[in-house]
């Protein structure tokens, strides 16, 4: 891009306004630490969140580096198995599940219904603490004796492992009731706290993939919960649940873990989806394509995703009959999410593409998500499955859809909602430079990974045969690449805080309510009520004022 | 049909150069292993079947979202949107439609290559296989055991398999099968090779501090050939010493995994210069290295184990021979002199 590193920051703008801003509004950290309010609770969960993908992300790099070479490298074998676990139960538990509902969610669901605050703001607060209360026993695994067995803590080696298991255990208890709590709040808030004129098809998408995701967040959490106490009860005192040496049995294990983990995958991605249909509708300043498609699908993704759990164990030894049925079903999923793609696509036809960073992130995640949702293809099949199950393909496979499809996306709401968030503009230049390197890098990393797994190679191996090494270091190249991208990514969004110009309410043009707040937003979002709303994607609603070089919402007609 | 084939033929004159040669698997494709399995060319067509799918998909996504970026893109600041519907039930039907008939016929394709795997015939030459950390052990109809898995190449093989500790997973890429090996219960995998070779077996789920080591070594025979190995093996201790007894069990039956031989530490204690020796255990007391403690050490692993170790060896009860014991004990008395 060769406008990309000139632009000039934007600059100030009139209509800034000054004065009191849910940032300003109260001071000192007691005000942080015990506030009520959503916004605040969402930029703490951000900066939580965010720290958890920075330690999950030295893990990671950790395990990459082991990798530069077949044999030992920077650590013994039981340090690189404890890296990979606390890489995969931090990532997914702490940062992934966590990340965009409890951050983003939080943030802009109330302001995008014109609400003043969540339905519960006390039980918000509490989800908060829950999630710092996990995070403390995940820390204490680590420092006690770091856990070993994998983020899937599979029975009935976790029950026999001499590493910390209990406490990750339940570090992950309490966060599955911090999920709990996020997504019960979020299902009443939108239910109740949705102005009369904002019926169900006129909530905005983001919301749609929110409450989709709540559903399955307080449905399927509990049977991830009892799972773990049982795991626990097994360990701590010798009950045969799971370890047939105690009269147990292993594979149960696998399918209660999987009975909520694999719903787990949707509460990662649906949110992730969600943010992309704004982006893709804001950016192109045109309405979003089939928005029912897009609404439904989400739902249909939610229920489907209960019923394909069995697709992770097709190896396990179930029978051939269950392991037909969980095929088929699985295929079922591959519809909803390839028609969100087709619509996102389309949604461009005809519009007016805005290239900002967030809509870089946009067409990054299509292409990666398209990339990890194809060759799910591969491993829904159950002849292929067999070949490739438990090998560097399904590592590469769930990389490119949680890695790449949520973090590209969790990356682009950032781009998007950070001039409303802190009030503050970033540099675009800089911003794509880091879009870039992280697109390449990550690519890089992964799709390497794909290589090496069809032709053979065993996940969480610490030695590996020679053939695979040009493979993986340039897998690990790649990784480090994508750190610098995110390093570049922090400093100059840190950087913004205090050098950044200030941002206009609506610096890209959206139409949903959270462009009609001040940015950043007051303590209660609007000043006086908050404005009518109409159809989210009406894209005649705003128009551009070139003297702010920002947006300005039309009045709505009565 | 040069998709289901394989790499298109440019490709491959492309991936012959020598700098990239290195980068294609040897004897299989490009995303391949080599198919040394009689499944091995179903699971491959239909894996090719969807790759091309996967390129074609993802292509026309690529040239669409690309195609609109470049045709709308905003130029300078005014914002130009023309006049287009936003929403066709023909559309979303066609690209709703089309892919469910895609993944119709990729579910039945793999169903059907699935039942296949999944039956073994009748009459299929069976050999029982225990996974342990972090070794295996493959016991064929005679009786005889070895760490090696020996198979008739061209006669339909069945493995029954079990595991001494945690979930373990047999796996050969050129035959593309792939079994979870479970405690406390016995899984099934059969196969037939197209013809002989050499490959390894992989454990595939992870068990722990040895998981990628876990590997033996898989040799498809000419079936007159395998005969004769057989028969061979069947008798390997005729006139030898006891003591090389024991260090071929060392070698065949993986103890060499956690034990080893020259004084190094490792998962277990090393087997130089123990014999004779007092050791200290886990719950405190104390005792001699002799020949009834070597052997409850086999039998019966976890009862006297020494300090500082965990106790993860498994037990070799039943899975041993007397000879054997006599030779392992031998052999330990000939590394302490």
């Known amino acids: 891009m060769s406008t990309a590193i000139g632009v000039k920051p934007e600059p100030d703008v009139a209509h800034v306004p000054s004065g009191s801003n849910y940032l300003n509004c109260e001071r000192g950290i007691k005000s942080w630490l015990l506030t009520l309010d959503h916004k605040r609770i969402g930029v703490m969960y951000l900066v939580s969140t965010l720290a958890a993908f920075l330690l999950g992300g030295i893990f990671a790099l950790l395990v990459r580096t082991e990798h530069l070479t077949g044999g030992r490298t920077i650590m013994d074998a039981d340090a690189y198995n404890q890296a990979f676990t606390l890489h995969g139960a931090i990532m997914v538990f702490l940062f992934i599940i966590p990340a965009i509902p409890a951050a983003f969610g939080n943030f802009i669901l109330p302001i995008m219904l014109g609400a003043k605050d969540v339905a519960f703001p006390r039980l918000n607060l509490a989800s908060y603490y829950l999630w710092v209360g996990g995070a403390i026993f995940a820390v204490v695994s680590i420092l006690i004796n770091a856990v070993d067995t994998g983020w899937t803590f599979y029975t009935p080696y976790s029950t026999t492992t001499n590493t910390a298991v209990i406490p990750m255990v339940l570090g992950v208890f309490i966060l599955g009731f911090s999920s709990i709590f996020t997504g019960l709040n979020f299902i009443v808030t939108v239910h109740k706290l949705r102005p009369p004129e904002m019926g169900w098809f006129r909530l905005p998408l983001f919301i749609w993939a929110l409450y989709a995701t709540a559903v399955i967040q307080i449905l399927a959490t509990p049977v991830l919960a009892i799972t773990l106490l049982l795991l626990t009860v097994e360990r701590a005192f010798g009950v045969g649940i799971f370890d047939p040496a105690l009269g147990g049995d292993p594979v149960l294990f696998q399918h209660f873990f999987w009975f909520y983990s694999h719903p787990a995958v949707y509460i990662m991605i649906l949110p992730a989806m969600g943010i992309i249909s704004e982006l893709v509708a804001t950016f192109s300043h045109k309405h979003i394509f089939s928005y029912k498609y897009i609404a439904f699908s989400s739902i249909a993704i939610a229920i489907f995703g209960f019923m394909v759990w069995g697709h992770h164990m097709f190896t396990s030894g179930q029978s051939a009959l269950v392991n037909m049925i969980f095929s088929a079903i699985t295929f079922s999923v591959a519809i909803p999410s390839a028609i969100k793609v087709f619509n996102w696509v389309v949604t461009m036809y005809k519009g007016s593409v805005d290239l900002k960073t967030p809509m870089w992130y946009a067409l990054i995640f299509i292409w990666v998500f398209s990339i990890g949702g194809l060759t799910g293809l591969f491993l829904g099949s159950l002849a292929t499955d067999v070949h490739l199950h438990d090998t560097y393909f399904v590592v590469a496979h769930f990389h490119y859809v949680m890695f790449g499809g949520t973090v590209m996306a969790l990356l682009g709401g950032l781009h998007y909602w950070w001039p409303k968030m802190f009030g503050r503009m970033y540099h675009e230049g800089w911003a794509k430079i880091a879009t870039l390197l992280v697109f390449v890098g990550f690519n890089l990393t992964f799709f390497t990974q794909f290589v090496i797994g069809s032709r053979g190679m065993p996940r969480r191996y610490f030695l590996y045969p020679e053939q695979y090494t040009g493979w993986h270091i340039a897998s690990t190249i790649g990784s480090y690449v994508m750190a610098i991208g995110f390093f570049l990514t922090a400093i100059y969004l840190i950087h913004s805080l205090f050098k950044g110009a200030r941002a206009p309410k609506n610096p890209w043009g959206g139409v949903t309510l959270e462009w009609e707040a001040q940015s950043p937003p007051v303590h209660y979002n609007f000043d006086g009520d908050a404005p009518k709303v109409g159809d989210p994607y009406d894209f005649e609603r705003v128009e551009y004022d070139r003297a702010t070089r920002s947006y300005r919402h039309k009045p709505l007609k009565a | ?337």
């Open chain 2, 1 to 337: 049909m040069i998709g289901i084939s394989g790499v298109p033929a440019f490709l491959k004159s492309v991936l012959s150069a020598p700098a990239i040669s290195a980068l294609v698997g040897s004897g299989g494709t490009f995303w391949m292993p080599p198919q040394r399995s009689t499944f091995a060319s179903e699971v491959d067509t239909l894996f090719y079947f969807i790759y091309w799918i996967c390129v074609f998909f993802f292509m026309l996504i690529l040239a669409l979202a690309v195609g609109f970026l470049l045709k709308y893109r905003r130029r300078g600041e005014e914002i130009v949107v023309q006049k287009s519907a936003h929403h066709s039930t023909f559309l979303e039907l066609i690209w709703s439609g089309i892919p469910l008939l895609l993944v119709l016929a990729i579910f039945v394709m793999g169903f059907r290559g699935y039942i296949n795997m999944a039956t073994p015939p009748a009459g299929a030459y069976e050999v029982q296989v225990t996974g342990q950390k972090w070794n295996w052990s493959f016991t064929y109809p005679n009786g005889y055991i070895d760490s090696e898995l020996h198979v008739p190449s061209g006669e339909p093989v069945t493995l029954v398999m079990t595991s001494q500790d945690v979930i373990h997973s047999f796996f050969v890429p050129e035959l593309r099968v792939k079994q979870d090996v479970v405690p406390g219960r016995y899984s099934r995998v059969w196969f037939e090779t197209t013809e002989p070779f050499e490959g390894t077996v992989f454990c595939a789920e992870y068990c722990g501090t040895s998981h990628s080591e876990m590997q033996a070594r898989f040799v498809a025979h000419d079936p007159a050939e395998f005969d004769r190995w057989m028969e061979r093996a069947a008798r390997w201790w005729e006139g030898m010493s006891p003591a090389d007894i024991g260090a071929t069990v060392y070698q065949k039956r993986g103890c060499q995994q956690c034990h080893s031989v020259d004084g190094m530490g490792g998962i277990g204690p090393t087997l130089q210069g123990v014999f004779g020796s007092r050791r200290t255990f886990a719950d405190g007391s104390t005792g001699t290295v002799d020949e009834n403690y070597i052997r409850q050490s086999m039998l019966e692993p976890r009862a006297k184990v020494v300090q500082g170790f965990d106790p993860v060896m498994p037990t070799f009860q039943g899975r041993l021979k007397e000879e054997e014991i006599a030779g392992i004990i031998a052999y330990m008395k000939s590394l302490s002199q």
